[in-house]
């Protein structure tokens, strides 16, 4: 639950991270290079392209923006890591200063715009990340007018569909189906959900900077809320293809492949993060590599390779055990439960009813304790 809440107050901050150019002939080179290793968990390269976009473009808030996004993808790759907020406000306190500074001087600058509008919608959504709800709605309602007069300002930028697409999506779909949300959309306008899908679109389509970015929230809405799995796929091979070693558009790869029942494509994904876990691939961190246990372990289940599928259920239990502090997880509960079954088929009765015991003391997941008595 948390994950979905922190993600839908993310979604109703309309962050936007979506620079416009300076009229110079290398500032879009560089940029997209820096993105690209930012999403190819380049992190050291990004660091070093955005740092030389800051000393050839002093007067452009996109370098401090960008190197803020580093840590922003640090922070993604282990949401229950806390050790890089400090910094990431910092960095975002950075640009808005530079914003400022410049707005000060030309209150209709668009470039300044955006960029203030993106950091402040960042700033909230790490609060909200970190259940910090009100300032997260804050930092919303603060971000939404600037975004919304730069776009007025430039209404030709597919890139800033992104922020309007993200915002008419799930202001129109959030609040039937999350009801602790509904009370802070007294703070925003209504949404529309078929408005929100096209401006994605458009931008995943023809935008510059924000395409990716789109393309992963086409991805995530066909598949939470719209259970259209085809296209979510779609999307998914999208990114997955243009960045094979980011490790969450591969998991998500995986999971999309799960549901659809494609396991052939789903085994093959989550053997090869398996892999990269256990070769120290960057960004593969535990949480990749207990998911892909968990998997690995279901489809040698599946196909009754006991001795694999046990391998795997308690790597991925292992993994549980010492990543779950706050609330036990799901794999967790699950890894307990089938590890049962898998002695049980073994004919080690008195093992099997050790794990069900112990799964009838964690907490319930989608029948689990049903299914252990």
Same mark, same amino acid.
């Given at each position: 639950?948390?994950?979905?809440?922190?993600?839908?107050?993310?979604?109703?901050?309309?962050?936007?991270?979506?620079?416009?150019?300076?009229?110079?002939?290398?500032?879009?080179?560089?940029?997209?290079?820096?993105?690209?290793?930012?999403?190819?968990?380049?992190?050291?390269?990004?660091?070093?392209?955005?740092?030389?976009?800051?000393?050839?473009?002093?007067?452009?808030?996109?370098?401090?923006?960008?190197?803020?996004?580093?840590?922003?993808?640090?922070?993604?790759?282990?949401?229950?890591?806390?050790?890089?907020?400090?910094?990431?406000?910092?960095?975002?306190?950075?640009?808005?200063?530079?914003?400022?500074?410049?707005?000060?001087?030309?209150?209709?600058?668009?470039?300044?715009?955006?960029?203030?509008? %993106?950091? +402040?919608?960042? #700033?909230?959504?790490?609060?909200? @990340?970190?259940? *910090?709800?009100? /300032?997260?709605?804050?930092?919303?309602?603060?971000?939404?007018?600037?975004?919304?007069?730069?776009?007025?300002?430039?209404?030709?930028?597919?890139?800033?569909?992104?922020?309007?697409?993200?915002?008419?999506?799930?202001?129109?779909?959030?609040?039937?189906?999350?009801?602790?949300?509904?009370?802070?959309?007294?703070?925003?306008?209504?949404?529309?959900?078929?408005?929100?899908?096209?401006?994605?679109?458009?931008?995943?389509?023809?935008?510059?900077?924000?395409?990716?970015?789109?393309?992963?929230?086409?991805?995530?809405?066909?598949?939470?809320?719209?259970?259209?799995?085809?296209?979510?796929?779609?999307?998914?091979?999208?990114?997955?293809?243009?960045?094979?070693?980011?490790?969450?558009?591969?998991?998500?790869? %995986?999971? +999309?492949?799960? #549901?659809?029942?494609?396991?052939? @494509?789903?085994? *093959?994904?989550? /053997?090869?993060?398996?892999?990269?876990?256990?070769?120290?691939?960057?960004?593969?961190?535990?949480?990749?590599?207990?998911?892909?246990?968990?998997?690995?372990?279901?489809?040698?289940?599946?196909?009754?390779?006991?001795?694999?599928?046990?391998?795997?259920?308690?790597?991925?239990?292992?993994?549980?055990?010492?990543?779950?502090?706050?609330?036990?997880?799901?794999?967790?509960?699950?890894?307990?439960?089938?590890?049962?079954?898998?002695?049980?088929?073994?004919?080690?009765?008195?093992?099997?009813?050790?794990?069900?015991?112990?799964?009838?003391?964690?907490?319930?997941?989608?029948?689990?304790?049903?299914?252990?008595?």
């Amino acid at each position: 639950m948390k994950s979905k809440l922190t993600g839908i107050v993310f979604i109703l901050l309309l962050l936007l991270n979506v620079p416009v150019k300076p009229a110079v002939s290398d500032f879009d080179s560089l940029t997209m290079r820096g993105i690209k290793e930012i999403y190819n968990i380049k992190f050291s390269d990004a660091e070093v392209t955005f740092r030389k976009l800051m000393a050839e473009h002093p007067g452009s808030p996109a370098g401090r923006f960008f190197l803020a996004m580093i840590d922003w993808w640090k922070i993604l790759l282990d949401l229950d890591y806390e050790g890089y907020d400090d910094i990431f406000y910092q960095k975002l306190e950075d640009v808005i200063f530079q914003c400022d500074e410049i707005l000060a001087k030309d209150e209709k600058n668009v470039e300044a715009l955006f960029f203030k509008g %993106g950091a +402040i919608g960042f #700033r909230g959504r790490l609060r909200g @990340v970190r259940e *910090s709800w009100l /300032k997260a709605a804050d930092d919303g309602r603060t971000a939404l007018p600037i975004v919304q007069y730069a776009a007025k300002l430039d209404p030709t930028n597919r890139d800033v569909e992104l922020g309007f697409g993200i915002y008419d999506y799930y202001a129109s779909v959030i609040p039937d189906r999350y009801p602790l949300i509904k009370p802070l959309m007294i703070f925003f306008p209504n949404g529309n959900k078929e408005k929100g899908i096209n401006h994605l679109m458009n931008t995943a389509r023809e935008g510059k900077y924000a395409k990716y970015e789109a393309q992963y929230f086409l991805m995530t809405l066909y598949f939470q809320y719209e259970n259209n799995f085809v296209k979510a796929a779609e999307y998914s091979q999208m990114l997955f293809d243009t960045f094979p070693d980011n490790p969450i558009f591969q998991r998500w790869r %995986g999971r +999309i492949a799960v #549901r659809m029942g494609e396991t052939f @494509v789903a085994d *093959s994904v989550f /053997k090869n993060v398996f892999i990269k876990c256990s070769l120290n691939y960057p960004g593969y961190t535990n949480a990749s590599e207990r998911e892909a246990s968990y998997y690995l372990g279901m489809f040698n289940r599946d196909r009754v390779m006991l001795d694999s599928a046990k391998f795997y259920f308690e790597k991925s239990l292992a993994l549980s055990e010492k990543m779950d502090k706050k609330t036990t997880s799901g794999f967790m509960i699950n890894a307990v439960l089938y590890l049962g079954m898998i002695y049980d088929e073994q004919g080690n009765r008195e093992k099997a009813l050790e794990h069900y015991r112990r799964v009838l003391d964690l907490r319930d997941f989608a029948g689990s304790q049903n299914q252990a008595e």
